[in-house]
């Protein structure tokens, strides 16, 4: 059966209350800010602990002009792909937006946070390299947003690489399955979550896609990471994606109280102005539980500052590429 997307009204934001890293408790008119310092692992800005009962408030989001197709990669690993996948992905959906999240990582976490199932033999990214299968035949609907679908990866598309190295157009599967998609559902945007690799799993998405999304751990070796991921894309323009460009930087895990944090953002933006997000995604607790209750914390904690972060990252993303007004 074919799955369409459902067009989601968004609603009136109310007032609401959180706490920033430093603790100082901060009222807020619903919308998105950015967010600062480092949450506290007692005191996190939402009392309630285990999951919230009440989806996040979201202002509807301006819809692209065309569809986006975005993967987001670093060839680092640790620096919170799927989570800022999942986060972002969801804050969009409701936001208002259609949105499919592609997991081509056999471990499939972006589809247990998403709350699909990935079990063995579920029917999902595998089948649609291999066999051609069309997306919208296996594409689930996500139980945090009636815009929100999801490709899932089962641990068969282990196996995906090794079986795709002989075929012909192997570097194209998902593109094709991607346009016809497209064409199909009416979808505003497409998250892929890749592996910490760059086999074909990644090659594929990399093809399939025309922006690049970039989380970057404020770290140390912070930049290392996207240098080599640098040196991919030119690889990939020059043979296979012409279109494909650096768009978004993401600075997750960030701590305003260290100095190498503040350091390492301001080294980023140095080299990439134009691509890094306003917003830092600070290193949160709450953004560290949700994954054990199969959640994103967009809707596990919609008032911790790691979820009010990646709100106001979605709203920069979904402004960048505004084109015709919500429902038109």
């Known amino acids: 059966m074919a799955l369409f997307f459902r067009k989601r009204k968004g609603r009136e934001a109310g007032d609401e209350q959180w706490e920033d890293g430093d603790g100082v408790s901060r009222e807020t008119d619903g919308a998105p800010r950015r967010a600062v310092g480092l949450e506290s692992p007692h005191d996190d800005g939402d009392a309630d602990e285990g999951v919230s009962e009440l989806p996040p408030v979201a202002e509807p989001l301006p819809r692209p002009a065309k569809p986006r197709v975005i993967v987001v990669a670093n060839q680092k690993g640790g620096v919170g792909k799927t989570t800022t996948a999942v986060n972002i992905a969801t804050a969009m959906a409701l936001g208002g937006l259609n949105v499919l999240v592609v997991d081509t990582d056999p471990q499939g976490n972006a589809s247990t946070a998403l709350g699909v199932d990935h079990s063995p033999g579920t029917k999902g990214t595998y089948e649609v390299l291999l066999d051609r299968a069309g997306i919208i035949e296996y594409a689930q609907p996500s139980p945090h947003s009636p815009n929100l679908h999801v490709l899932p990866a089962a641990i068969d598309l282990s196996a995906a690489e ?134 994103p914390v967009i809707t596990y904690q ?10 106001a990252a979605a709203v920069e993303m979904a402004s960048r590429g505004a084109g015709e007004p919500q429902g038109s």
């Open 302 to 311: 919609p008032k911790s500052v790691g979820a009010v972060a990646y709100q």
């Open 162 to 295: 090794l079986e795709l190295v002989n075929e012909r157009g192997r570097e194209h599967r998902m593109r094709d399955a991607i346009n016809q998609y497209i064409e199909e559902s009416g979808v505003d945007y497409v998250f892929f979550d890749c592996p910490p690799s760059l086999g074909l799993l990644t090659l594929n998405a990399l093809v399939a896609s025309s922006e690049i999304l970039v989380p970057i751990q404020t770290e140390y070796y912070a930049l290392e990471g996207v240098t080599q991921l640098m040196r991919t894309i030119n690889r990939v323009k020059g043979n296979l994606n012409d279109d494909l460009e650096l768009s978004t930087i993401v600075l997750t895990m960030y701590d305003a109280r260290t100095n190498l944090s503040r350091e390492v953002a301001e080294e980023v933006r140095r080299h990439f102005s134009a691509q890094t997000l306003a917003t830092e995604i600070p290193r949160s607790v709450k953004i560290a539980e949700a994954p054990s209750y199969g959640l």
